[in-house]
């Protein structure tokens, strides 16, 4: 019989622990081998959560983008019947993340898939937003060029009016200045942006306003983690 993976979910902000609920704890203590994005902080935040946990006790495997060599290690110690955790690192595995393709080996492998729940910076900033939470989608990064990201930003405002989707993407952190310009630059003025930085941090903050309002005085979230949501209304 195959073993169970975990999907084991992070803290947005290193000190937020209080994010994470006890029952995650209960779901390591079970995993013998752990799939991870970046050793060193998956470790780390492990110790914060069971202190007593002997981390070399367990085996390590890197992620990456879940090369063919890593699934199918995976999948081989699945059908060993081991038990294992995966950890991306902010928030929850296969949303905004990596470790989608190591769930899909997992469903192929017949073995049992543990979703748990955790802060996830996509959900938190829509729940935030005020924009449609029914109909949304997640696009990710947008093109670095200036002039393939306006295209983009017209596209998807164009689709969120048309469908009353709400558009949420993100951006490398010293950028966000450069696409907080843009897309006042470019959205209609009755467009409302909703710019979600530091999620769970004592810095945290939510706020939605119109391009109109926004052109009053753009924020400075100069390398601050940030969630970018765009809904155009009917």
Same mark, same amino acid.
């Given at each position: 019989m195959p073993g169970s993976v975990y999907l084991i979910p992070t803290f947005l902000y290193e000190q937020a622990v209080e994010t994470i609920p006890s029952y995650v704890t209960d779901a390591v203590k079970k995993c013998e081998v752990f799939?991870?994005?970046?050793?060193?902080? &998956?470790?780390?935040?492990?110790?914060?959560?069971?202190?007593?946990? !002997?981390?070399?006790?367990?085996?390590?495997?890197?992620?990456? =983008? &879940? %090369?063919?060599?890593?699934?199918? !290690?995976?999948?081989?110690? /699945?059908?060993?019947?081991?038990h294992i955790g995966i950890i991306s690192e902010a928030g929850c595995p296969g949303v905004a993340d990596p470790g989608q393709i190591l769930v899909n080996a997992a469903h192929k492998a017949g073995a049992i898939v543990k979703p748990l729940v955790g802060p996830s910076s996509v959900l938190l900033a829509l729940m935030g937003s005020g924009?449609?939470?029914?109909?949304?989608?997640?696009?990710?990064?947008?093109?670095?060029?200036?002039?393939?990201? +306006? @295209?983009?930003?017209?596209?998807?405002?164009? %689709?969120?009016? =048309?469908k009353n989707c709400t558009q949420i993407f993100i951006e490398t952190p010293y950028r966000n200045?450069? /696409?907080?310009?843009?897309? !006042? %630059? $470019?959205?209609?003025?009755?467009?409302?942006?909703?710019?979600?930085?530091?999620? $769970? &941090?004592?810095?945290? @903050?939510? !706020?939605?306003?119109?391009? @109109? %309002?926004? +052109?009053?005085?753009?924020?400075?979230i100069h390398k601050r983690l940030a969630i970018f949501l765009l809904w155009s209304e009917r």
């Open positions: 799939f991870v994005e970046n050793e060193r902080t &998956a470790r780390r935040y492990l110790k914060q959560l069971w202190r007593e946990m !002997v981390i070399d006790d367990y085996t390590w495997f890197t992620i990456h =983008k &879940a %090369e063919t060599e890593v699934q199918q !290690v995976f999948t081989k110690l /699945l059908k060993e019947g081991k924009m449609n939470g029914q109909h949304f989608q997640f696009v990710g990064y947008l093109p670095i060029e200036t002039g393939a990201r +306006k @295209t983009v930003l017209k596209e998807l405002e164009n %689709e969120s009016g =048309k200045n450069q /696409l907080i310009k843009q897309i !006042v %630059e $470019t959205c209609k003025p009755q467009t409302q942006l909703c710019i979600a930085a530091d999620i $769970t &941090a004592p810095s945290e @903050t939510i !706020v939605t306003k119109s391009i @109109t %309002e926004w +052109k009053k005085q753009l924020p400075d």
